[in-house]
């Protein structure tokens, strides 16, 4: 059980890769953390309430956020690491593709964002952080990635525009754009490949992304910041 004092964090897509590794990095700053995901299964740690459900569903943003302040009695930081990545030519995606992405990667985000914000003003402020791609700024013929670009890259526009709708409120809106991670998503012989993608011609590591995470929750002059953690995707090819 969690005390007033205690802050808490909600982190979304949090079963396995970069939204478990997200869920131990802030164990490990002290917040309590409700993660959720579709499969996700309870925890064993008593400062972790796990949340069964799909984001895209505007009921799992409402039972997410009540079930932060009914267990932990505050909500401090959302981390909205939930998306997916169809990689299609533009005129191959279907309307389920585009129904899913969106879904998941726009209405996620929008239905948890704004359920959260309430409690975050409730605190005197907080902290609201999206995963997004590299790609949304450095697009690359070898990966079409349109419905990624389409839907990350309005969370980035999202993000800046949050931040400064509540620059004077206490909250804080920050992004990150990773590159390509190394993480379940990825079959191992994807790899050279993906490496490939990168200047520094490797994959990103789950905790790249966590420690770009949690240097954003530490930075408190930072806002409507997009940290891109991509192997040098973002300064060319």
């Known amino acids: 059980m969690s005390t007033q004092q205690q802050k808490v964090a909600i982190v979304t897509g949090a079963s396995q890769g ?38 895209a569903d505007p009921a799992t943003a409402e039972r997410v956020v009540a079930a932060a302040v009914e267990r932990f009695g505050r909500i401090d930081t959302v981390v909205n690491n939930a998306g997916i990545f169809v990689a299609k030519p533009f005129t191959e995606y279907t309307a389920a593709d585009y129904a899913a992405v969106t879904g998941i990667n726009v209405a996620g985000f929008f239905h948890l964002t704004q359920q959260a914000v309430p409690h975050l003003l409730t605190q005197g402020g907080g902290h609201i952080v999206s995963v997004t791609t590299s790609l949304v700024d450095n697009a690359d ?33 920050n992004a990150v754009a ?60």
């Open 18 to 55: 970069i939204g478990a590794a997200l869920v131990e990095g802030y164990r490990k700053l002290g917040f309590a953390v409700v993660a959720t995901s579709r499969t996700i299964a309870p925890a064993d740690d008593a400062g972790v309430l796990t949340v069964q459900g799909d984001i």
């Open 141 to 173: 013929a070898r990966v079409p990635s349109v419905l990624a670009s389409l839907t990350k890259g309005g969370l980035q526009s999202a993000t800046k525009s949050l931040a400064i709708e509540y620059a004077t409120r206490g909250i804080r809106v």
């Open 178 to 237: 990773p590159g390509t991670i190394k993480t379940p998503m990825h079959a191992a012989e994807t790899h050279e490949f993906l490496a490939a993608l990168h200047p520094i011609r490797r994959m990103g590591e789950v905790g790249d992304i966590v420690d770009a995470v949690l240097f954003l929750e530490a930075a408190p002059f930072v806002t409507g910041e997009i940290l891109h953690v991509d192997g040098g995707m973002s300064a060319g090819h």
